[in-house]
């Protein structure tokens, strides 16, 4: 009997939790290893089988329900759009609980409130639990599978441990990123012996989802010794993942790939990811393509804080997408793609026009922007079973629906998800094989009790103690030895008066 006759008795016949699930009926957007290029499967059928995808089928190819293993659970996905999991190189999931504070802010106002001592001051380990796990839930519903989460919340053992452990008990693939930065009595060398034994206690959990990975933001500034204690232990410790916040330019925030050149870190095995990447320069892109180590483009954040993007276009072949703080706009991929996409074409397009000239052709494709958001951040981890429908790679798949009001009418299914999509049509989520999201609902447990409830008393907790702390007095030169700072221009939307900029109403 052909697949397509017998879906209305799957319910009946599946057990809820099953070693195997087909979906069948989808358009597939999967990826070409010998070609390097996505591939559109109409009308058939993917096969997960425990971890992996274990089967991709034409219309014409799809087996019956005979020819596949006894507990193979088969989920109708007539009209609805298969894509790899998203990939987010750079976030800060603790970060969560301080949702809308920061609507306005500048980076300078947020180094100086939102991180650091201030936040150390008032954060517990049961808040950085509650925020880490919430955050990472909101990352998931929004089909982000996999995330490289710089966590600096490194003020003490237990609340360091609780980032860990809410990442451990999200149910999501993260390469949790203990920055390394010393915080009151809590020093870099109780920092890293407190990792070294988090690693060991996990060692033998070789199908583990939380991988330990580093952060380090101090290469051009800290002590030598110090540095050379991280670099150390990740060599060591056989690290996958490093990943550091690289600005330059105007911003006293450097850590270049030139930086960590210099202690021999990216021609070894080790992933380093640069977030931002904002100073990158010919050199720096070339250092980049030789060692194969990645930027992260955060196109939403960069565009908030002001950091600038000139040159990123130029490197993209080196470069995936991130969030970054994602308490103060979108939690989705899917936005950075579109953003980066579009602010990408605006630039280049004024290349031509500034020359009196009319653009003749589109200097990015959406096809491009899909890769940056899956196969490159894949890449940038050094996972080639990541970021990519094909058999044999992880099963941590998005399904989209394509009847829903904003995707009716697609065509091209890429075109569909890169400029149509939004969360809401996210109907499922698998990590790992496993429904992380299903029929548009998180599939977590208690999620009221155990993340919405705790989450929200952290909340409303932490936004009382910081709406009453004072903004930052911002003159002179920032950190007192960078550039000078100076106002922008404020945009009008109202004539007369007032500048209609308005008011934070928190």
């Given at each position: 009997m052909h697949l397509s006759k017998t879906l209305a008795l799957a319910s009946t016949f599946n057990p809820v939790f099953s070693s195997s699930i087909l979906f069948s009926g989808a358009t597939v957007i999967a990826f070409d290893e010998e070609a390097e290029a996505l591939k559109v499967i109409r009308d058939g059928a993917l096969l997960v089988t425990d971890d992996r995808i274990s089967g991709l089928y034409s219309a014409a190819e799809i087996p019956s329900i005979s020819d596949l293993p006894e507990d193979t659970e088969v989920v109708d996905s007539r009209h609805k759009i298969i894509t790899p999991g998203f990939i987010d190189t750079h976030r800060h999931g603790w970060q969560t609980a301080m949702k809308t504070l920061a609507s306005n802010t500048t980076l300078p106002d947020y180094l100086y409130r939102y991180r650091g001592d201030h936040a150390a001051a008032i954060w517990t380990a049961e808040d950085v639990y509650n925020s880490q796990l919430a955050g990472l839930l909101e990352a998931l519903n929004a089909g982000v599978t996999t995330t490289l989460d710089h966590a600096?919340?490194?003020?003490?053992?237990?609340?360091?441990?609780?980032?860990?452990?809410?990442?451990?008990?999200?149910?999501?693939?993260?390469?949790?990123?203990?920055?390394?930065?010393?915080?009151?009595?809590?020093?870099?060398?109780?920092?890293?012996?407190?990792?070294?034994?988090?690693?060991?206690?996990?060692?033998?959990?070789?199908?583990?989802?939380?991988i330990i990975a580093a952060a380090y933001d101090a290469w051009d500034s800290a002590e030598v010794g110090e540095t050379q204690a991280v670099?150390?232990?990740?060599?060591?410790?056989?690290?996958?993942?490093?990943?550091?916040?690289?600005?330059?330019?105007?911003?006293?925030?450097?850590?270049?790939?030139?930086?960590?050149?210099?202690?021999?870190?990216?021609?070894?095995?080790?992933?380093?990811?640069?977030?931002?990447?904002?100073?990158?320069?010919?050199?720096s892109a070339s250092l980049?393509?030789?060692?194969?180590?990645?930027?992260?483009?955060?196109?939403?954040?960069?565009?908030?804080?002001?950091?600038?993007?000139?040159?990123?276009?130029?490197?993209?072949?080196?470069?995936?997408l991130g969030v970054d703080t994602h308490f103060t706009f979108s939690t989705d991929l899917l936005t950075q793609a579109r953003i980066w996409l579009q602010r990408t074409r605006s630039r280049l397009y004024d290349d031509v026009v500034e020359r009196w000239r009319i653009p003749s052709s589109s200097p990015m494709s959406a096809a491009q922007a899909f890769l940056l958001a899956t196969r490159q951040g894949a890449r940038a981890l050094r996972r080639p079973d990541l970021g990519v429908v094909r058999?044999?790679?992880?099963?941590?798949?998005?399904?989209?629906?394509?009847?829903?009001?904003?995707?009716?009418?697609?065509?091209?299914?890429?075109?569909?998800?890169?400029?149509?999509?939004?969360?809401?049509?996210?109907?499922?989520?698998?990590?790992?094989?496993?429904?992380?999201?299903?029929?548009?609902?998180?599939?977590?447990?208690?999620?009221?009790?155990?993340?919405?409830?705790?989450?929200?008393?952290?909340?409303?907790?932490?936004?009382?103690?910081?709406?009453?702390?004072?903004?930052?007095?911002?003159?002179?030169?920032?950190?007192?030895?960078?550039?000078?700072?100076?106002?922008?221009?404020?945009?009008?939307?109202?004539?007369?008066?007032?500048?209609?900029?308005?008011?934070?109403?928190?």
């Open positions: 600096h919340h490194l003020w003490s053992t237990e609340r360091s441990r609780a980032g860990l452990d809410a990442s451990v008990d999200s149910g999501a693939r993260v390469y949790w990123s203990p920055s390394f930065a010393a915080s009151g009595d809590y020093s870099v060398a109780k920092q890293i012996a407190d990792v070294k034994g988090w690693i060991k206690e996990r060692q033998n959990d070789k199908d583990a989802l939380t670099v150390k232990f990740i060599k060591d410790s056989h690290i996958p993942v490093v990943t550091t916040h690289w600005l330059g330019r105007v911003w006293p925030v450097n850590n270049s790939p030139e930086s960590l050149h210099a202690f021999s870190l990216l021609n070894t095995s080790t992933a380093v990811v640069f977030s931002h990447g904002t100073g990158i320069s010919p050199s980049l393509r030789a060692t194969d180590q990645f930027i992260s483009i955060t196109p939403e954040s960069e565009m908030h804080y002001g950091h600038s993007h000139p040159y990123a276009h130029h490197a993209m072949d080196q470069a995936a058999v044999g790679a992880k099963a941590d798949l998005v399904v989209f629906e394509g009847r829903s009001p904003g995707m009716l009418g697609w065509n091209d299914p890429v075109a569909a998800v890169v400029l149509h999509a939004n969360v809401g049509d996210m109907v499922h989520v698998l990590v790992d094989g496993k429904f992380r999201k299903r029929d548009g609902r998180l599939v977590f447990e208690d999620y009221e009790g155990r993340v919405a409830g705790p989450f929200l008393r952290t909340a409303e907790k932490l936004q009382s103690v910081l709406l009453e702390m004072p903004p930052p007095v911002l003159d002179g030169r920032m950190f007192g030895f960078g550039c000078e700072y100076a106002r922008t221009e404020v945009a009008d939307v109202q004539r007369g008066d007032g500048d209609g900029y308005g008011e934070l109403f928190l």
